[in-house]
């Protein structure tokens, strides 16, 4: 069983940064797509991005057009972490954040194929 642990939510003004980190533990997660959804209140979830293992320790990025631009998404040496830094947020960006784990590749941006999620860490961005 793999368990997820986001940290890093918080509040900050239109214009910051965030950096939202995610640890998993239970499994080795080298080959796994570890990505981000969000929820905005009253909207359902929805994909940020997420990483395919392209080999060795090197992982593909792919991101929604929303997010494109501002959000990195990166995995740390071990590829059982993944991290979304955020720039340039407004208050569009706020939700519920994440991380989520799936087995396949290329990694998907549908939520039901992602088989573990976290319990989500809140960010808000004030106008």
């Known amino acids: 069983q793999v368990q997820l642990v986001e940290s890093g939510g918080g509040l900050v003004q239109a214009g910051g940064s965030l950096r939202l980190s995610c640890a998993a533990s239970?499994?080795?997660?080298?080959?796994?797509?570890m990505g981000w959804f969000r929820q905005a209140p009253r909207k359902a979830r929805e994909f940020v991005a997420t990483t395919t293992w392209s080999g060795g320790r090197t992982y593909r990025a792919d991101y929604a057009g929303s997010v494109k631009g501002r959000f990195t998404i990166f995995r740390d040496n071990a590829g059982n972490a993944v991290h979304l830094q955020m720039n340039s947020l407004n208050p569009e960006d706020t939700a519920v954040y994440y991380c989520?784990?799936?087995?396949?590749?290329?990694?998907?941006?549908?939520?039901?194929?992602?088989?573990?999620w976290g319990q989500g860490t809140q960010v808000t961005v004030s106008s």
């Open positions: 239970g499994r080795a997660l080298t080959s796994y797509a």
């Open positions: 989520a784990v799936d087995s396949r590749s290329p990694a998907s941006n549908r939520e039901n194929d992602y088989m573990y």
